[in-house]
């Protein structure tokens, strides 16, 4: 369970988020919606640890994030983070991309790059594949030490509906509990908890 209660924050002088109080259930896969700078990405910065906010507290599993000892250490563990654009390491071909973030055996990393269906694409660098096939070594990169959660945020931005889709369908597939800022409202399935939000403030 993650739980926001009395969330604000403001950059400089401006107050970006108003008073979010929100749970969020283990295991879910929730959608924050809104317009273009409606919070959307700062909200998910703040719930995914890489943003403090201005007021309020943040629970993971009744641990408030002001009593992690160590939140590096936490984000490493527990987070598994998309982006819209995927960050792989050029140099790097698309196997090392995701060895260099674990410890887990090759074969592990082998077997998730083959349900990705980029198992084939292994030996290639991120230059040398498509935007979709990019995208899924990213999510691979972000799935492969079983977070218990991950936030993307608008991870298909720059992608067709096709590849959208088939990122969407991994996401919700995953064991995790999944939180995804977009503005992509036809991404929208019955059953997903969706956050709407508007002017910094859940409506
Ligand atoms: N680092 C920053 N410094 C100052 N203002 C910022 C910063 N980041 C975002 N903002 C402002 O905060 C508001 C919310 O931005 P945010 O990126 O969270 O919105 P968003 O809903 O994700 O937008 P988009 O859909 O366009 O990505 C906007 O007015 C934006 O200009």
Known sequence: M????????????????????????????????????????????????????????????????????????FRNQKVGFIFQFHYLISHLNVYENIAMVTKRPKLEIEVLLDQLDIGHLQGKYPDQISGGQRQRAAIARAMINQPEFIFADEPTGNLDSKNSEIVFE???????????????????????RIISLKDGRLC
Do not use: C, W
């Open 2 to 73: 993650l739980q926001l209660e009395h969330i604000s924050h403001s950059y400089e002088d401006e107050k970006i988020l108003h008073d979010i109080n929100l749970s969020i259930e283990t295991g879910s896969f929730n959608i924050i919606t809104g317009e273009s700078g409606s919070g959307k990405s700062t909200l998910l910065s703040i719930v995914s640890t890489l943003l403090k906010p201005t007021e309020g507290e943040i629970y993971y599993n009744d641990v408030s994030s002001k009593e992690i000892p160590d939140i590096n250490r």
């Open 170 to 192: 991994l996401l919700r597939g995953m064991a995790a509990t999944v939180v995804v800022a977009t503005h992509d409202h036809s991404r929208i399935q019955p059953g997903d």
